[in-house]
């Protein structure tokens, strides 16, 4: 079974827009990590934002964590077309491995 | 710096046939995880060797194997192949013995076929 939810499953924006994803989570964790896939090919890691943190930002991309509500979200800024991808959001639950959820295939139009 | 590499890129097998995956890491990384990624889902946690021996395993069968040689590279074995092990398996590299605050560099898998 998967640990985190993703939501929405696709989401589909014009060049320039932003971007948003959420993601929800059952258990307490020691971080929550969002990776980016292109069709196909590996997870490339995002970002990381640890139990502690509320807000980490990196270039176009901004995190949240809210863990009362077992909940984060990521931002993505002036989206592009390389932005096309499927966005994970991965558990670190203080047991060896990342869980991750089912995904959000973002399309990105010219 | 080089990055996961994983061999082959493709694979076409039989049901109840047995397959190697093979992955190199991240040079300065001496932790693995493999993942499972069927088509259309997140990738699940298969196993992760810490120093040549398993430090922990997900929901797979014991037909599920693997190793971790010194220089850290490492092999994916499956044995009685089924038609649902058809997936893209993903090798990952980290530091330290576990994902702790570690992001997972990630090779870009192998696709197998079980027909």
């Known amino acids: 079974s998967q640990q985190g939810e993703e939501d929405p499953q696709a989401l589909s924006i014009q060049e320039g827009e932003n971007a948003t994803m959420n993601c929800s989570y059952k258990?307490?964790?020691?971080?929550l990590q969002w990776y980016r896939q292109n069709s196909g090919r590996g997870l490339v890691h995002l970002i990381l934002i640890r139990s502690n943190e509320r807000e980490k930002h990196s270039g176009r991309l901004r995190v949240t964590l809210d863990t009362s509500k077992k909940s984060s979200s990521l931002l993505i800024t002036a989206s592009r077309a390389a932005d096309t991808a499927s966005y994970f959001c991965a558990t670190d639950a203080n047991d060896y491995k990342l869980s991750f959820g089912a995904g959000t295939t973002v399309t990105v139009r010219a | 710096e080089t990055g996961v590499t994983q061999s082959p890129t493709h694979l076409i097998k039989t049901r109840g046939q047995q397959v190697t995956l093979r992955c190199s890491s991240q040079s300065g990384h001496n932790t693995v995880s493999w993942y499972q990624q069927a088509l259309g889902q997140g990738p699940q946690f298969i196993f992760q060797?810490?120093?040549?021996?398993?430090?922990g395993r997900g929901n797979f069968p014991p037909r599920f194997s693997g190793l971790q040689f010194p220089n850290y590279s490492s092999e994916l074995n499956v044995n009685a192949l089924e038609l649902d092990d058809s997936a893209l398996y993903l090798c990952a590299s980290s530091l330290t013995g576990g994902p702790y605050n570690s992001p997972l560099h990630f090779g870009n898998g192998t696709r197998l076929t079980v027909t």
């Open positions: 258990t307490s964790i020691n971080n």
């Open positions: 060797y810490y120093r040549e021996e398993e430090n």
